[in-house]
């Protein structure tokens, strides 16, 4: 992509237009006159493709303006939010060619009863400029996935959809000797819409009970740092937050999955003598019964550090599961985001657009850098930088747990070589995806959910992305040499039938009663 075929970020007002790309940054009067033209400066090759602003231009942040001078002479003043606009529609309109390479190009829901028939639908009536972060197959009558708008992850949709026999566009499947071509006339996600979701609510893990009931957890502030957590709903529009009583004083709920009575959530909970690891159970997401996991987080001496644990993957039946987490001691990023973002101009507090150095502290806003200061100059403890120019070397500790049960009431917490992300039930243990990225293929199986050894990888794979279903059928989406597959197993992962092509922009699905769902790019990109 060219600079001179990147689509321009054009801001018009009553005093002008301000038109910005790779190539050129102008400001034209409103009869036509070009009042200032030169050449865009990246601010800092380090950070991305952000652009400074031109000299004389003054920045507002009380405000939130910027306004660009030359000679001394005022041309034109924008505000924070139609530089933003601007930006994310060109980007959102553009044919994959945006002119500051930070947002991705919508998203598209595909669907199929049998891995077979695929259909796809555009997950929204307007582009999703933004990544989709979780999928749900609830239940026979409803989907759903989340969207962020943008990668500022500052507000979310909910996408709800209702799976019928409706017709919808069909979706292109490389088609070879090894993987058959699917056919495109399956059963389709009709009656979708879009939820907004309020500013900060961005769900961070969804889970849907048989009863159909649906709970997400989300961070309690618009950044993702910090607790979080959780909501409930019976039909994915209208939302209650759980009373944090349900959960303890001081809860966090950092993911949630089904399994057990019907639901799970995993999170920590403080106490007098540090904070605890826990799971709460539920059959409906109305009431919640606590359990410890086994493992307390104990406090550092090091005020700049903490004990963590982040939950990376559930594989859960009705009567036994196992959760893979990292548990770690490091750098306290809250503590530096929070002392970071109160030294900011009040205007610029509530953008997730804040990038943090050793050295120095940068803002954008649309395509401009609008702040940068280096961190001698800020009102911020420099012994607080200090460690975190350490910290980037990596964690101080780490170790992988196991975590697992046998009637979700008592809990064993056991150290593993391996945490791994993907994982699934299968009919006499568990079964996991070790894939990193790169072409290798990987799978672990064990009965107990702590020791491991290697599983056999369906034939012809070159790399499996992740295990689903279980624990009587399960699904391994994955490539060959003729591109993505999905198989299928029915015997406990032993050994794998290819199911068909998908599209080459899915990398994993998700299965649940109404069949098989995953988001990717839409068919256009």
Known sequence: CSPESMEPTIVENSEGTLTVSRSSLSVTSPSGEVLMEEQPRIADPMWGEELALPDGAVVDYEAETVTFVSDGVQLMTVTFDELETAYRETCASSAGCCPFPTTQPGAALYFSQDGLEWTSQDMAETPIVGAVTDIVVGTAQVILTTVDESDDVVSSRLWLGTPSAEDAESVDVPASVDVPEAAMDGASPAGGVAFRLPPGLIPRTLATSPAGSVVIATPLEARSFGPSRAWASTDGSEWSELDSAAFGRGASVDHVAAGGPGLLAFGTLPGDDGTQAMVWSSVDGST?????????????????????????????????????????????????????????????????????????????????????????????????????????????????????????????????????????????????????????????????????????????????????????VLYATGSTTSGNTLWVSVDGGDSWETTGGIPTNMYEVSAGDAGLVSVGEPRST
Do not use: H, K
């Open 288 to 472: 919640w019964t606590s359990a410890p996991l086994g493992v307390v987080l104990e406090p550092t001496d090091d005020p700049y550090s903490q004990s963590a644990i982040r939950f990376a993957s559930v594989a859960a039946t009705s009567d036994r599961a196992v959760v893979m987490a990292d548990q770690s001691v490091g750098f306290a990023w809250q503590l530096l985001d929070a002392a970071v973002t109160a030294a900011l101009p009040p205007g610029l507090r509530d953008t997730n657009r804040m990038m943090i150095d050793p050295d120095r502290v940068q803002v954008t806003w649309g395509p401009f850098v609008v702040f940068s200061e280096r961190v001698e100059d800020l009102a911020v403890d420099q012994e607080l930088f200090d460690a975190y120019s350490q910290s980037v070397t990596g964690f101080d500790e780490r170790r992988s747990v196991a975590f697992t049960t046998g009637d979700f009431v008592t809990w064993t917490a056991t150290e593993v070589e391996e945490t791994y992300w993907s994982l699934a039930p299968s009919r006499d243990g568990y079964l996991a995806s070790t894939w990193a990225g790169g072409a290798s293929c990987t799978m672990r199986q064990s009965a107990d959910g702590i020791d491991w050894s290697d599983a056999p990888c369906p034939s012809g794979a070159l790399e499996v992305f992740q295990v689903t279903g279980g624990p009587d």
